[in-house]
C-alpha cells in the first residue's frame, strides 16, 4: 500500500456459499474459515448457505445475492475442480457482467507454490455482476486461507492502493 492520505476502513456485505454434496454446517471447514475470516477483517457476514454441488441451485442462490442492494461480495467455496459434479465455474460464469480473469490466474500462481502441479485442477475465477464482486474458490480450506489472505482480503480493503475493488462499489460508498 502506498501513501497518498490515509482512508478509513469500510465493512463490505459478504455472503459465503458452500458448493458440497457430502458437506453440512459442521463439517463445513472451508465455509467456516472464510465466515471467520471476513468477521476477523472488519466484515459482515450477510448470509452463509450450503448447497448440493448442483449447477442450478448454486446459481439460484448467488443470483439472489447479486440482485440483493445489501450485499457486495459473495464467496463460494467448492465444486472447482474436474471431476463428479463439480460445476461451480458454470453456475456462476453465466451471471457476471465481466470476469477478473487475473484472480484466477494470480490464485493459481499462488497455489502452484504450495501444491505444484495440481494447481491445474482449480477453475477459480471471479468476476463483478450487478455492482457485486463474485469470488468462485476451491473447497479446501487451504485453497480459501491462501485466497482470502493473498488477494481477497486486499481487494476488499479501501484502504489497500493504488486501487482496491471497494472503490468500484458505489453503492456501499453512497451510504
Known sequence: MSGRGARE??????????????RDEAGDKSGRALAERLRAAGHRLADKQIVPDDIYR????VAGWIADPDIQAVLTTGGTGVSGRDGSPEAVRPLLDKTLDGFGEMFRALSYQEIGTSTLQSRALAGVANGTY?????????????AWEKLISHQLDHRTRPCNLVEMMPRLLEK
Open 134 to 146: 463474485v469470488f468462485v474458490l476451491p473447497g479446501s480450506p487451504g485453497a480459501c486461507a491462501l
Open 9 to 22: 476502513f469500510i465493512a463490505v456485505n459478504i455472503a459465503v456459499l458452500t458448493a458440497s454434496d457430502t
Open 58 to 61: 448454486i446459481r439460484a442462490v
